[in-house]
């Protein structure tokens, strides 16, 4: 089976987080990544967080379905043999700070000028322009900038940051989007471009209306904690046997189930139970009479009368929860995948399901460098004491 993205080739030559992920879901659905890093300082996701046996576990996620090189890019031959691979590339992902490619010789100019089709992604914390382009940025400073984290969070407590590359994740996601969005461009033009994506933009986009209520109405938005101002009961609530579960009630019709539910049918002719936003000024009560009524039952049995009343309730999972469930492993979501190093070892599956043409999961991350010597013979045309000359000083 073809994968759909296998006629593409993209250079990852960025580092954690978000220009490399979005490197991974190209590779996962077919496309040839040849991950660059420097020979003496590889990709800092490599020894990211918890690892076994010294070798890094997010490494084996970020890392999947990449052919690894080692190149000096600030050195001139490194630099030339980006520019060789470049010219037989589709796309090439970056994160280096402003300027510094242009500071080697491979700027976008230079590298379309070896190959017109090239689209050329860079991912930096603050864009490419602006007074702050030139400071360090990191998912973190765009979570607190986006608005994010002056939302979250309890009302009478401080901004909460999570704990998680959110901002990364969504702009490797947003990036993705935007590769494939050049690369159906250019079917018309023939030409490649500059896609210059700024991690603190794309949360201010998923946290909604926000920038327009505060134009219009001068309005910022508080934080709830786990509540809405948009519609209640919509919170977590502790069962009998200390689990928790997740209520939402966005749609009225829903909220109407669940107050008929937890036996409270009274509040529902109320007429500050019309809409959302007024249900949610009565929050306090709400939230009292659905939490009284799940901390009398235990988890199983919440959940199956919430679902034989359909209305909306979760589970509140912790990874070992998502391993069990049942609609996970009908969905394959967490699956086993071949390593070098672990034998098989279980991960986050594609993105997405496709009918005709699926992505698949053909190794988790290798080692540094696993690839230099076979892309550098089979795609540029290097003999062994050519490559050997480039190791010994250190080029590779």
């Known amino acids: 089976m073809t994968l759909p993205l296998s006629d593409l080739r993209v250079l990852d030559c960025a580092t954690l987080l978000a220009g490399p992920l979005a490197a991974t879901l190209?590779?996962?659905?077919?496309?040839?990544?040849?991950?660059v890093e420097h020979p003496k300082r590889p990709d800092p996701s490599r020894d990211h967080g918890r690892s076994k046996d010294g070798i890094g576990l997010w490494w084996k996620m970020i890392g999947r379905n990449k052919r690894p090189i080692t190149l000096d890019l600030s050195s001139s031959k490194g630099a030339e043999m980006l520019l060789a691979l470049a010219g037989r590339a589709d796309v090439l992902v970056e994160?280096?700070?402003?300027?510094?490619?242009?500071?080697?010789g491979i700027g976008p100019d230079r590298l379309l000028d070896a190959n017109p089709r090239l689209i050329i992604a860079r991912v930096t914390g603050f864009g490419q322009i602006g007074p702050k382009a030139g400071l360090p940025g990191f998912g973190t400073l765009a979570e607190a900038m986006s608005g994010f984290a002056a939302i979250t969070g309890e009302?009478?407590?401080p901004p909460t940051l999570p704990p998680f590359g959110l901002a990364d994740g969504v702009t490797a996601l947003v990036c993705f989007g935007a590769i494939l969005t050049a690369v159906h461009e250019r079917e018309r033009t023939g030409l490649g471009q500059v896609?210059?994506?700024?991690?603190?933009?794309?949360?201010?986009?998923?946290?909604?209306a926000q920038p327009t209520i505060y134009d219009l109405?001068?309005?910022?938005?508080?934080?709830?904690?786990?509540r809405s101002s948009n519609n209640a009961p919509r919170n977590v609530y502790e069962t009998r046997d200390h689990r928790w579960v997740a209520v939402s009630t966005s749609a009225k019709s829903i909220a109407e189930r669940v107050m008929h539910l937890v036996g409270h049918p009274e509040v529902i002719h109320e007429p500050w139970f019309a809409t959302g936003e007024q249900r949610a000024q009565h929050a306090d009560l709400l939230d009292r009479y659905v939490g009284d009524w799940v901390a009398q039952r235990d988890l199983t049995d919440v959940c199956a009368e919430f679902a034989e009343a359909n209305a909306a309730v979760a589970p509140i999972y912790?990874?070992?929860?998502?391993?069990?469930?049942?609609?996970?492993?009908a969905l394959d979501t967490i699956t086993a995948v071949k390593d070098d190093d672990f034998g098989t070892l279980r991960m986050q599956n594609v993105l997405f399901r496709m009918s005709r043409t699926p992505g698949e999961i053909r190794f988790a991350g290798r080692a540094h460098g696993a690839d230099t010597e076979t892309v550098l013979r089979d795609e540029l045309g290097l003999d062994d004491d050519t490559i050997a000359g480039l190791r010994h000083e250190e080029v590779i």
């Open 26 to 35: 190209l590779a996962d659905f077919g496309a040839d990544v040849i991950k």
């Open 95 to 104: 994160n280096f700070r402003p300027g510094t490619l242009e500071r080697w």
């Open 155 to 157: 009302p009478d407590g």
């Open 195 to 208: 896609i210059d994506l700024a991690i603190i933009e794309p949360l201010i986009t998923i946290l909604g």
């Open 217 to 226: 109405l001068g309005e910022r938005q508080a934080r709830y904690g786990n």
């Open 318 to 329: 912790d990874v070992a929860d998502i391993f069990q469930d049942p609609q996970y492993q």
